[in-house]
């Protein structure tokens, strides 16, 4: 079974709107983490935002929200007032596990388009 | 910030030959440090963990006698590919942990075609 699921091979959004891109996890472990990466087509993982297993409250940096539903086990990003430099490649990945040393796993990634 | 570089960014090299890729950690030290392979359009696959001062881990599927991974110092990973063939064509990133952070660094890839 894959870990991380991420089921948008492509979303379409215009400019200054927002869009989710959909992610779900399989773990036992009650202790993991949970990123996701911006790849433009330059190849780089740019680091968008993290949520921890017993975060409390959904992780935020700027425009970037991650719904956490635990029970769900889902871990949505949400990019409000999109730009056309959004576009690219983002993948979901975890931690599974405390420790930090722990390889991530991805997800297949979701491709975003933005149109002016 | 914590900032990982990875030379070359891109490399061209006959078939048979041997390919060092470097990842390096720039203004931290990193004890651990991963190497994943990505083909185009797909997710990024870990190929394994390597760790300063022993022997790498390797994922289940990847030859470690073909891609040799050696981290010999705190700011240093080196992956080679060794006999390389078209198929091992690919984009390979490595990512290092800081210290006691949940954030993985990545560097910015390097891209391999063997011809």
């Known amino acids: 079974a894959q870990k991380i699921t991420q089921t948008q091979p492509g979303m379409f959004v215009q400019e200054k709107e927002a869009v989710t891109l959909d992610c779900t996890y399989d773990?036992?472990?009650?202790?993991?983490?949970l990123f996701w990466y911006k790849q433009p087509s330059s190849g780089e993982m740019i680091f968008l935002i993290y949520?921890?297993?017993?975060?409390?409250q959904n992780a935020t940096e700027g425009r970037y929200s991650l719904n956490f539903q635990k029970a769900r086990k889902s871990a949505n990003l949400v990019i409000s007032a999109s730009q056309l430099g959004d576009s690219a490649m983002y993948f979901c990945?975890?931690?599974?596990?405390?420790?930090?040393?722990?390889?991530?796993?991805f997800g297949k990634g979701t491709t975003l388009s933005v149109s002016s | 910030g914590a900032v990982v570089s990875q030379h070359p960014s891109w490399v061209i090299c006959k078939s048979g030959t041997s390919v060092k890729i470097e990842c390096r950690s720039l203004?931290?030290?990193?004890?651990?440090m991963f190497w994943y392979r990505q083909f185009p359009k797909q997710s990024l696959m870990l190929m394994a963990t390597s760790n300063e001062g022993s022997k790498a881990t390797y994922e289940q599927g990847v030859e470690k006698d073909k891609f040799l991974i050696n981290h010999a110092s705190l700011t240093l990973s080196t992956l080679t590919v060794t006999s390389a063939h078209p198929e091992d064509s690919s984009f390979y990133i490595c990512?290092?942990?800081?210290?006691?952070?949940?954030?993985?660094?990545f560097g910015p890839g390097t891209r391999l075609t063997v011809t």
């Open positions: 949520q921890g297993s017993y975060d409390q």
């Open positions: 990512s290092a942990r800081h210290g006691g952070s949940y954030e993985q660094y």
């Open positions: 203004d931290f030290q990193a004890t651990t």
């Open positions: 773990t036992s472990d009650p202790s993991y983490g």
């Open positions: 990945a975890m931690r599974e596990g405390p420790q930090a040393g722990t390889a991530l796993i």
